[in-house]
């Protein structure tokens, strides 16, 4: 896999990445550019809170009552020709697909851009299974000629260089191009195309359901994905098993929302609502369509009040490009699938007893700004601290910190243990911010002082605390000597 | 901005919620804030029993710990009439954090909310409260160029709008310059200045470029765990700017007006 595998965990991986300037500029600009095309999608809508309303309840609602709503989709689905398959979790995922690869004695499987591919690890299987999967969303493909993960959930190669991608196409048509974002595409068309017309079966992930009308969209920019959905034979649409909304007017919220959280697009270049198979008298479209909605952990989120709100979750990628940790040190600092907040509260509930995924809850400020960018308002930063939470409870985490971190909290339910634990903390502040060679001794050796002494001046604890001086404020009172 | 006299206004009565942070590590702050509230009439209490709203523990995945620091807060402070923090952080946690600490237990609950109901963050009370003048007009010759950090906790958790931005507008001898992407975080994060160090150093590096862009004198906010974060890496880059809490600037205006 990537070359940031899940071995070292977050602290390496973030350390990694703050060395690397590339990454850092281009994650940055890349956030930057899409938080101002959203900022100014919002401004032109002028309705944009109430939009998000809308959405928000509909989701809500969808999730709220899945199982009817579900039943719902299938029915209808199935009545235009759908073949609905249910998979309990990754591995029953890939093997529906790698049995209807089988079944229709499939080749290759051209896809369009899907995280829940991702997230099951499809395309292995598929290898494995002796089917070629060929990634047709040029930043996946691109991904998938470097034996990458995807570092953002709408911009999968972010992180990459012009230059690399290049050198990845140069070696992989033996041709000489040049750095020229037309070139690249221009080659990556003329390459592709072709695998289109050769493929037997098509794989895409599903944007949203429909139940009302047992339809499934897909959003994109590039094309790939209708292409992929109508020439191969086979259509196989992954769908996670809370991508659904009731109605066609929740479905017009979502198509509001989406583009404008994603990019700032007011609509993406296509939009894609699959009513099922070529019918007879059509002249496109796949002969079959098959629709594999996978759980993988998503009816345990749902059954969890404190994260079953974050199944409301659209992929819109806003969450990623406002937090701050995200857009400083970008998405494989995460070693996950989904990184940026979503991620990191996602992550974890898929796998529970993974605890390198786990600390990731740590991966944040607690700022807010996922949840204020977020279009269905899902509380990530509380979210973030109820995992703090469960890792606490189940000692996860750097123990002699938590313990730490304990007694403190204990002590400052003493006023009196406060006051005189603190008075210790700030006269040790004192030493080692004076100016000698013991304090520097001592700060160098005190790992967390050390580390953020790097690249900042640590502040001089003051000799007396406020409520030490109370006493004088008082008296300055009485003689009205303080200024008034 | 102006202080009215004190025989303008109904006798006030506040409890100090001095924060633990401002407590130990900028009491100057306090300082400021009592005495800005007393020119404007305001009889401050400082409960001497008060230690920590519980953040930092219920940040850090310390539920129990947590919910016995909010549960001695409420006991301490809801027999004032009001209570206010120079810190939109510790009022977030009364605001918000408790609502969480206390989402099983109606009768704490309802004990928490009550709290917050009479419990204000500095800007807060100033502007809702006491009623901020008019912006006065911009002094020909400002005294200092001032740019304003909005802290997150302030803002998103505990939902101050623009009153900062009141207080200082109101502060006619400043002049406000605006800072860009004023509203992305600072890096601080609590313990995760200390436990990812070298990350929240990136990240308040990319708010001191922002600051320095500004040309400002002066930064502003309202929570001393920003400015604390701030002024240390201001420090570190050798950037010479001020770096005040809210309070600590409108106590030196008023004292410049006399």
């Known amino acids: 896999m990537s070359a940031h595998s899940l071995k070292d965990d977050f602290l390496d991986r973030a350390q990694h990445a703050l060395g690397q300037d590339f990454l850092r500029r281009a994650v940055r600009k890349t956030t930057d550019r899409l938080r101002d095309g959203r900022a100014q999608a919002v401004k032109e809508a002028g309705q944009f809170d109430a939009w998000r309303t809308a959405l928000s309840d509909a989701r809500r609602r969808a999730i709220g009552r899945l199982d009817a709503v579900l039943r719902v989709f299938v029915e209808r689905a199935s009545a235009h020709g759908v073949q609905v398959h249910f998979a309990a979790d990754a591995a029953e995922a890939c093997a529906i697909v790698v049995e209807l690869a089988r079944a229709k004695g499939a080749r290759l499987a051209a896809k369009g851009k899907s995280m829940l591919s991702e997230e099951i690890e499809l395309n292995q299987a598929l290898e494995a299974a002796c089917v070629e999967a060929l990634e047709t969303d040029l930043g996946e493909w691109i991904i998938q000629l470097a034996g990458e993960r995807p570092s953002h959930i709408i911009l999968p190669v972010v992180h990459k260089p012009r230059a690399e991608i290049r050198e990845l196409f140069e070696q992989h048509g033996g041709v000489s191009l040049s750095d020229e974002t037309k070139v690249l595409a221009g080659y990556a068309r003329d390459r ?6 050769r493929a037997e079966l098509g794989i895409t992930g599903c944007n949203m359901a429909i139940a009302e009308t047992g339809a499934v969209a897909l959003f994109s920019n590039e094309g790939n994905g209708r292409m992929v959905s109508t020439l191969p034979k086979t259509h196989i649409a992954l769908m996670g098993l809370e991508r659904i909304v009731e109605t066609r007017a929740d479905f017009a919220d979502l198509m509001r929302l989406l583009p404008r959280s994603a990019t700032g697009q007011r609509i993406t270049t296509y939009v894609n609502v699959l009513h099922g198979p070529k019918r007879s008298a059509e002249l496109d479209g796949p002969e079959e369509l098959h629709v594999v909605i996978v759980d993988a952990g998503r009816t345990q989120q749902l059954a969890d009040r404190d994260y079953r709100e974050a199944l409301a979750c659209i992929r819109c990628g806003a969450c990623l490009n406002a937090c701050p940790v995200y857009s400083t040190v970008g998405g494989h600092a995460y070693g996950t699938v989904y990184p940026g907040p979503i991620g990191a509260v996602i992550e974890p ?8 995924r786990a600390e990731l809850a740590n991966a944040s400020t607690l700022c807010g700004a996922c949840h204020e960018a977020c279009p269905v308002r899902i509380p990530l930063h509380d979210m973030l601290v109820s995992l703090r939470q469960a890792n606490a409870r189940q000692g996860r985490g750097d123990r002699t910190e938590l313990t730490l971190q304990r007694v403190a909290a204990r002590a400052m339910a003493v006023p009196f243990v406060y006051a005189h634990g603190a008075a210790v903390a700030r006269w040790f502040g004192r030493f080692v911010s004076s100016n000698g060679a013991w304090p520097r001794f001592v700060l160098h050796h005190t790992p967390v002082l050390h580390a953020m002494a790097r690249q900042r001046v640590l502040p001089e604890p003051p000799a007396r605390a406020f409520r030490d001086q109370w ?3 008082v008296r300055d009172e009485r003689r009205g000597a303080d200024g008034r | 901005m102006s202080t009215p006299s004190d025989k303008d206004l109904p006798q006030r009565k506040v409890a100090l919620l001095v924060t633990c942070l401002v407590d130990q590590l900028a009491p100057e702050v306090g300082i400021a804030t009592v005495r800005l509230l007393r020119r404007r009439g305001v009889q401050v209490e400082f409960p001497h029993l008060q230690t920590c709203c519980g953040q930092a523990a219920w940040n850090s995945g310390l539920a129990d710990e947590a919910r016995v620091l909010a549960e001695r807060t409420i006991e301490i402070f809801e027999p004032y009439d009001a209570v206010v923090a120079p810190s939109g952080s510790c009022m977030g946690m009364l605001h918000h954090g408790y609502e969480q600490i206390f989402r099983d237990d109606e009768v ?10 009479k419990s204000f963050e500095l800007s807060q009370y100033l502007v809702r409260v006491l009623g901020v003048p008019a912006a006065e007009a911009q002094a020909s010759q400002p005294t200092q160029t001032v740019t304003y950090h909005p802290s997150c906790h302030a803002t998103r958790i505990l939902g101050v709008a623009d009153e900062p931005v009141q207080v200082l507008r109101a502060l006619g001898a400043l002049q406000l310059v605006p800072l860009s992407r004023a509203e992305d975080c600072c890096g601080f994060g609590g313990t995760f200045c200390a436990k990812l160090a070298d990350l929240s150093s990136a990240i308040v590096a990319t708010k001191v470029e922002h600051i320095a862009a500004t040309g400002a004198q002066c ?11 701030i002024r240390s890496a201001c420090e570190h880059r050798g950037l010479p700017v001020q770096v005040l809490h809210l309070a600590q600037v409108v106590d030196r205006e008023d004292a410049a007006q006399r």
């Open chain 1, 349 to 356: 509930l898929y796998a529970r007893d993974d605890e390198r």
């Open chain 1, 192 to 197: 592709l195309r072709a695998e289109f017309l």
């Open chain 1, 471 to 473: 006493a004088d404020l």
């Open chain 2, 219 to 229: 930064v502003v906010s309202t929570d001393a765990g920003c400015l604390l974060n």
């Open chain 2, 108 to 117: 704490w609950l309802a004990r928490a909310r009550a709290l917050a109901t």
